[in-house]
């Protein structure tokens, strides 16, 4: 037997590649990886359902840590909003599942690896940028996109092999993790429509508001309202928490990997505040050039994870710059929660460079006198002065 792993959420597409592969003479392995939004009873049923596809073995692997410590705490020590909106939530999961996919085809010796994606997405590229060079000696196999297959013909496939399940495609496809939900449909193939309230899975329940306490220690969000706990469980409480308030819905339009523009809806209520939080946190206790270089770093950092580039080696130097960034970075921020919104109120941090002990902004100066001042302000004037002078028409 040609033994093969393959990248399994039990849709339509991985369906298809189970069954038809295995009819090929491939021994089909199985593997979901959980980057957050799987319940025990989900993964319970994906595994069920693998087994009808005639897989040989089934596994889950719970990735939720590793994805947080691997990526999500750059995406927040960068406060990474591509486009300044979207946090990249299921580029940033892709990444780690393909990883995890492929660690484990090499720990089981499969020759051959499979994942459902079409030809016209961004998911194709991450996949098997990240499976060829990890393991350039297995072979990728991507029957939807070689073979350019519609629904239907994978429907009727496999009916006539006698999986019969409901195909219904959903009115809206959702894809759920710890990083946020994406939500696309027939709206979001236009550019002028929105989603409506009701295809977001998160409604609104709370009509009041809430105030709450985000805990950061060197960057990391180590408590929700004085409770300590690990940041990856933190953003999981603080998002179904948040989103009974309906938190963190927007439309993200960008540039796909392939050329194209796309757009899809999104509800991250979790990534949303805390990249806010620890933003606000940071304007506080981060010098100037600290914040401005952050910044583009930052962007960079998730363009080259969005486009697939998690292993080029740059990503690790930036990510070290982030992490650098990080030692003061401590403190409580308040945060009010509402229906459809939030508010930043405010920090408390030991190293809050706001320090009235060197002056308060617009009121006096205690740190230098009035002649320094102006010392100060003409020579920081001096080579605008010049360069007006010199250059001023004849």
């Not at 590229?125 to 990240?130: K, T």
């Not at 508001?209 to 300590?228: H, R, S, V, Y």
Request: charged residues 20%.
């Amino acid at each position: 037997m040609k033994k093969l792993v393959i990248a399994y959420s039990g849709g339509l597409d991985t369906s298809y590649c189970a069954v038809s592969l295995s009819k090929q003479g491939y021994e089909i392995h199985a593997v979901s990886v959980n980057t957050g939004g799987f319940s025990t009873e989900e993964i319970k049923k994906i595994e069920e359902n693998a087994y009808k596809m005639g897989v040989s073995t089934y596994k889950n692997i719970d990735a939720v840590a590793i994805f947080y410590q691997k990526i999500v705490k750059n995406l927040i020590f960068g406060n990474v909003l591509k486009n300044n909106t979207y946090p990249l939530s299921v580029s940033a999961e892709r990444i780690i599942q393909a990883i995890e996919i492929v660690n484990y085809a090499k720990s089981i010796n499969a020759k051959y690896i499979a994942h459902g994606s079409t030809g016209a997405g961004n998911d194709q590229v991450r996949f098997d940028m990240i499976f060829q060079t990890l393991a350039p000696e297995i072979e990728i196999i991507t029957p939807i996109r070689d073979q350019k297959l519609t629904r239907q013909e994978e429907i009727d496939y496999l009916v006539s092999n006698g999986i019969e399940m409901s195909w219904e495609k959903s009115k809206y496809s959702i894809n759920k993790g710890l990083w946020g939900t994406s939500v696309g449909g027939v709206e979001t193939l236009t550019s002028k429509n929105p989603l409506p309230e009701s295809a977001y899975p998160s409604q609104l329940e709370n009509q009041g508001e809430e105030k709450i306490i985000l805990t950061f220690k060197k960057g990391e969000l180590i408590a929700l309202n004085g409770k300590q706990d690990e940041p990856q469980n933190n953003i999981a409480l603080l998002n179904d928490l948040a989103s009974t308030f309906a938190i963190g819905r927007d439309i993200h339009v960008g540039d796909t990997i392939v050329g194209t523009k796309g757009r899809v809806g999104f509800e991250a209520a979790a990534a949303i505040i805390t990249i806010k939080a620890h933003h606000l946190l940071e304007k506080h206790t981060l010098t100037k050039w600290q914040l401005q270089h952050k910044e583009y770093l930052a962007s960079f950092y998730g363009m080259h994870l969005h486009e697939g580039q998690y292993l080029d080696p740059v990503m690790q130097n930036i990510a070290a710059f982030l992490a650098s960034s990080q030692e003061n970075v401590s403190g409580d921020v308040f945060i009010t929660l509402k229906p459809y919104h939030f508010t930043v109120d405010g920090i408390d941090s030991t190293h809050d460079l706001m320090n009235p002990i060197f002056g308060s902004y617009g009121e006096e100066n205690t740190g230098w006198t009035a002649n320094e001042a102006k010392g100060f302000i003409k020579l920081l004037g001096n080579q605008n002065k010049m360069y007006q002078h010199v250059n001023q028409p004849s």
